[in-house]
Nanobody, 121 residues
């Protein structure tokens, strides 16, 4: 079994910062990418940022220049530094990992439970 556990959500004021962390645990052979998605009330889940095993990153246009995704200091972890937060960043943030559990298995996606981020104006 693979588990993704997020931490670091909470309440911030507009212009402030929050840092999210995600740790993947369980039987993991290799990770292709880890990233963050978010879902605001009444909206579809959307990509926020992703980092590949090779270190390439991709960001949603709405967060470019404000958010930074990076590998954590611990193996199989990923962080999202969120600066210059806006009320429209308010959403539940989900950690995502595309990984294989064995050498011969196909890669599949796993999701965390989500962590609430609320930005007040």
């Amino acid at each position: 079994q693979v588990q993704l556990v997020e931490s670091g959500g909470g309440l911030a004021q507009a212009g402030g910062s929050l840092r999210l962390s995600c740790a993947a645990s369980g039987i993991i052979f290799s990770i292709n990418s880890m990233g963050w998605y978010r879902q605001a009330p009444g909206k579809e889940r959307e990509l926020v940022a992703v980092i590949t095993n090779g270190g390439s990153t991709n960001y949603a246009d709405s967060v470019k220049g404000r958010f930074t995704i990076s590998r954590g200091n611990t193996k199989n972890t990923v962080d999202l530094q969120m600066d210059s937060l806006k009320p429209e960043d308010t959403a539940v943030y989900y950690c995502n990992a595309d990984l294989r559990t064995t050498f011969s298995s196909r890669a599949r996606e796993y999701w965390g439970q989500g962590t609430q981020v609320t930005v007040s104006s």
